[in-house]
């Protein structure tokens, strides 16, 4: 199979960078080769649990799910000689650990921050994006900050690290109104049922700039990164593993920058 070399090369590319240590010493005790076929959950198959929607990350469109996040899972699921499935589920199912725990996929993708908690539900891949929060506001509101929405309804999305942040901002007096999704909280904004909501900026942005009736008004240095994840046990580590080193070498060709400028129409900084 082609992900024999493709393991070898970014291995070499990984070990001069020092991104992933032991990479260079593959295959090794840790890191054997490993007949994907069998270890799966589902035959000839990667299962990759998401949730939907999230564009750019990933979307359904013509009922096929495509996305940022889709494409790079993609690439390991071509590289190991699998079919990608990609299964509708709950956040907090994978922010938890849960729906690798019990097997119900091999990877986890939507843009997960990582976190200290997080880090111990599952295995992380290194970070592949960078992220932070940003405020939206309707494009008539008066609200420009966190200050002049003191004691006011703010929505986010349950689970979320942005749910986290508003929570944390004690100090302001927000009252905070969880969404199961994005879509969720933008149609409570639009509808005056919230006066702003809070999400990553790498899908608000778009969604600004696609939109007249809201705007940005106040972005959040919080210094947040995206992984994959796998179970922390049985292949899950060496799974995480392998889809480093696929990105690393998507990165050197330049398939990951194609990518990149694919769904947000810019090159990776």
């Known amino acids: 199979m082609r992900f024999l070399s493709t393991l070898r090369a970014g291995c070499g590319i ?15 005790e840790d890191f054997p080769v490993i007949d994907w076929v069998k270890m799966v959950v589902a ?45 509708d589920t709950e956040w907090t199912q994978i922010t ?10 091999d990877l986890a993708m939507g843009a997960i921050t990582i976190t200290a908690e997080r880090r111990e539900r599952m295995t992380m891949t290194a970070p ?3 992220a932070t929060q940003v405020l939206l506001v309707g494009s008539a509101s008066p ?37 199961s999704t994005l879509t969720e909280q933008l ?28 705007r940005l008004a106040g972005e959040f240095n919080t210094g947040e990164r995206y992984a994959f994840g796998a179970a922390t046990d049985g292949a899950g580590p060496q799974l995480a593993h392998h889809l480093d080193v696929v990105l690393t070498a998507a990165r050197s060709d330049g398939r990951f920058g194609a990518i990149h400028r694919k769904w947000f129409g810019t090159s990776p900084s």
Do not use: M, Q
């Open 187 to 214: 149609t409570a904004l639009r509808a005056g049922l919230v006066e702003a909501v809070i999400n990553d900026n790498t899908v608000l942005y778009g969604i600004v700039h696609r939109s007249t009736d809201i």
């Open 96 to 105: 938890s650990g849960a729906a690798l725990r019990t097997r119900r996929c």
């Open 43 to 87: 035959p000839g198959k990667l299962t990759v649990c998401t949730h939907l929607p999230f564009a750019p990350f990933e979307a359904v469109i013509d009922g096929r799910t495509v996305g940022f996040d889709v494409d790079l899972v993609r690439l390991l699921a071509a590289d190991v000689g699998l079919e990608l499935d990609v299964v």
């Open 128 to 130: 592949y994006l960078d």
């Open 14 to 28: 990984l070990a001069l960078l020092s991104t992933l240590p032991g990479c260079a010493s593959w295959p090794s």
């Open 143 to 179: 609200y420009r900050s966190l200050a002049d929405l003191s004691g006011r309804s703010i929505g986010v999305e349950a689970g979320s690290t942005g749910e986290a942040f508003a929570v944390g901002a004690k100090r302001f007096g927000l009252e905070v109104i969880p969404f």
